[in-house]
């Protein structure tokens, strides 16, 4: 039997009919039609924001908490501009997300109406395929497909713009009984042949590494990636997006590759004659320059999406197809070369890699000026708060600090905008997971800057009782820019310094405790390393509210290791005067 009902209510229905729990998002005049019926759902949540980017970070905070997608909702023009950054920040880091758009009447759609932008346009290259939907009928149909479309394959962002005429014409609602998408069949299992290929190739190597990437956690595959690994002894290099995937107390995980990566996990891919590349896209971040990039090594790059493969790095065995799919693949096949007699000998490499990990280890200097460290406030907080909880990292030192300090050991407990890299994503993202997985503490770790951008967050999150903890390293100015003005411009340092922490008189600006008091959360400050452990632990022990902490830390503390930008990995520089080396002997 089929029911007669406006578009708007059809919106909602079809929400409830995929499983949707929650939203995020901020009426107005288009999209208002909808938070009407809305209003009644009971089975949808419908959580009020403060900016529109806000709710696009929230759904994907949500996304990584729960591996569903996403939901935000905004209004038309202005309301879903707004959204564009987040949309952008989904579609570089591949979470699956839909947001809901507003539109002006369709009879008005092209003539410049109040609060009328073509998001459907503006969208198009950040999104994994958006909808313009101006037929009440349509309604079903499409909702079914974005859900489909952002969460299979390689998971993305993807848009349903609908004309408010559209949410309030009516028509009976029909669910569809199944989804017609011509032309969208992703492939997910691999094809035997190479992946038999793949194995042939590890066994024959003599300095293989496994490069996993963001793809790996998007495929839930953290478990068949330890069994190869352990299957094979091959090392281990975990990217910015896929810290947590293979855990960092195994012996065989070398560490975070990339422009701030660890000496021995940047020295692997450099000198290594085999990458395995899953789920990974050889991002600039990650190969340095890239004609100088791992020049000795063959490469077997396994990826859903098959216009990465190639892309950047020619690979001499394409995989395409499902991470989980592959490396449970890959384990059968590898098995079966094993037991043939056919197994890699890597004693001389991993000979190389401890050496490289025990003369370059992750490390800092404790500031000069007795100030606080803002490594040791970050190191000090993943040993306090421990590996269960889930850390949302916003852009910039403390994202590289919070990679580099905390040790990850369950997949999805590092979040962070890597591709994009969003200030301002650390708090509304730390909101939305905390939303999706209310039972585990979830701490934002935040600079100065990115707090700025996005703290009236803080509201939503006091008033609908979603306690999340943020720790503000407030080094008082836009750290990462500093250090590349010290380093690339001769210390000029413009229009880098915040004023958020105090210099030569007790100035702040803003007071990150009053503001946080003001939002009615728990405020609190901690300037000497001897009341760090006791400042966590009080946060800890607050559960009935969101907690901010003002850790006040030194303004001249840099990220090490460091890939210049533009230059070669073989450049990499430990310290600020010191280069490792990379000589392997056989």
Known sequence: MTEQMTGAQSLIRSLEQVGVD???????????????????????????????????????????????????????????????????????????????TGQVASPMIGTDAFQEADICGITMPITKHNFLVKDVREIPRIVAEAFHIASSGRPGPVLVDISKDALQSSAEFVWPERLELPGYRPVTKPHGKQVREAARMIAEARRPVFYVGGGVLRAG??????????LTGAPVVSTLMARGVFPDSHPQSVGMPGMHGDVAAVGALQKADLIVALGARFDDRVTGRLDSFAPDAKIVHADIDPAEISKNRHADVPIVGDCREVLADLVVAVRADQEKGRQGDYAAWWQHLNRLRTTYPKGYEAPEDGSLSPQAVIERLGKVVGPEATYVAGVGQHQMWAAQFIDYERPGSFVN??????????????????????????????????????????????????????????????????????????????????????RDEKVRIPDFVRLAEAYGCVGLRCERAEDIDATIEKAMAVDDAPVVVDFTVNHDAMVWPMVGPGVSNDNIQYARDMAPSWEHED
Not at 26 to 31: E, K, L, V
Not at 68 to 79: K, Y
């Open 22 to 100: 929650t939203v995020f998002g901020i009426p107005g005049g288009a999209i208002l039609p909808a938070y009407d019926p809305l209003y009644d759902s009971a089975k949808v949540r419908h959580i009020l924001m403060r900016h529109e980017q806000g709710a696009g970070h929230a759904a994907e905070g949500y996304a990584y908490a729960t591996g569903r997608p996403g939901v935000c909702m905004a209004t038309s023009g202005p309301g879903a501009t707004n959204l564009v950054t987040p949309l952008a920040d989904a579609h570089m880091d591949s979470v699956p997300m839909v947001a809901i």
């Open 417 to 502: 905008s890597g591709g994009l890299g969003t200030m301002g994503f650390s708090v509304p993202a730390a909101l939305g997971a905390k939303a999706g997985d209310p039972d585990r503490t979830v701490w934002s770790v935040d600079g100065d800057g990115c707090f700025q951008m996005t703290n009236q967050e803080l509201a939503t999150c006091a008033i609908e009782g979603i306690p999340i903890k943020v720790a503000v390293v407030n080094n008082g100015n836009l750290g990462m820019v500093r250090q590349w003005q010290t380093l690339f411009y001769e210390g000029r340092y413009s229009n880098t310094d915040l004023q958020t922490s105090p």
């Open 221 to 230: 595959a953290s478990a068949e990636l330890r069994v190869l690994a352990e």
